[in-house]
T-cell receptor, first 113, second 115 residues
Framework: NAGVTQTPKFRVLKTGQSMTLLCAQDMNHEYMYWYRQDPGMGLRLIHYSVGEGTTAKGEVPDGYNVSRLKKQNFLLGLESAAPSQTSVYFC????????????FGPGTRLLVL | AQSVSQHNHHVILSEAASLELGCNYSYGGTVNLFWYVQYPGQHLQLLLKYFSGDPLVKGIKGFEAEFIKSKFSFNLRKPSVQWSDTAEYFC?????????????FGQGTTLQVKP
């Protein structure tokens, strides 16, 4: 039982490049989330999904897109990376919504030059 | 907009000292409250959570938190810290309505415990 895994662990991009971050969970969770963590700002929700085939915007969705084609996977895309997207990205999943514990992945460190 | 504020950004304590980390939120309705912890090199994990009932909740590793509705606070406490408690601590709020599970996190508090 691997829990929540994220690929890649670290990436360097040039401004304008695109990339996709992959999150996978093997706990059969319905809900999945993408957060970004910046110094002094805690974690901020980018997008989330309440089930396969659904996605919704969080606090800071601009510049990102997501897809949840399979229940176990939640992809975060950057179409045209900007230096402001330099951050650590965390994926999380939970069985349900409001009262459920979220289980986090190890994070992806992204540097945009 | 909902927000969560953690007053202490960096706390340094000696082993056996008592710990209290402050957390305040801004939302007048029903809330669910969480404390998460990130130990060095590890994933974020849940310390404890509060939904209703006894406002004093106990979590893992001897941590507890008290919900004071009138003060919009959910402070984390531990009577005697250990070196292994060195970590970053995040307070988070999930505000109703809706069942989306969306969390609003505080800025985080880095705790350094000196042996």
């Amino acid at each position: 039982n691997a829990g929540v895994t994220q690929t890649p662990k670290f990436r360097v991009l040039k401004t304008g490049q695109s990339m996709t971050l992959l999150c996978a969970q093997d706990m059969n969770h319905e809900y999945m989330y993408w957060y970004r963590q910046d110094p002094g700002m805690g974690l901020r929700l980018i997008h989330y999904s309440v089930g396969e085939g659904t996605t919704a915007k969080g606090e800071v969705p601009d510049g990102y897109n997501v897809s949840r084609l399979k229940k176990q996977n939640f992809l975060l895309g950057l179409e045209s990376a900007a230096p402001s997207q330099t951050s650590v990205y965390f994926c999380a999943s939970s069985y349900g919504g409001t009262r459920e514990t979220q289980y986090f992945g190890p994070g992806t460190r992204l540097l945009v030059l | 907009a909902q927000s969560v504020s953690q007053h202490n950004h960096h706390v340094i304590l000696s082993e056996a000292a008592s710990l209290e980390l402050g957390c305040n939120y801004s939302y007048g309705g029903t809330v669910n409250l969480f404390w998460y912890v990130q130990y060095p090199g590890q994933h974020l994990q849940l310390l404890l959570k509060y939904f209703s009932g006894d406002p004093l909740v106990k979590g893992i590793k001897g941590f507890e938190a008290e919900f004071i509705k009138s003060k919009f606070s959910f402070n984390l406490r531990k009577p005697s810290v250990q070196w292994s408690d060195t970590a970053e601590y995040f307070c988070a709020v999930n505000a109703k309505p809706g069942n989306t599970g969306k969390l609003i996190f505080g800025q985080g508090t880095t705790l350094q415990v000196k042996p």
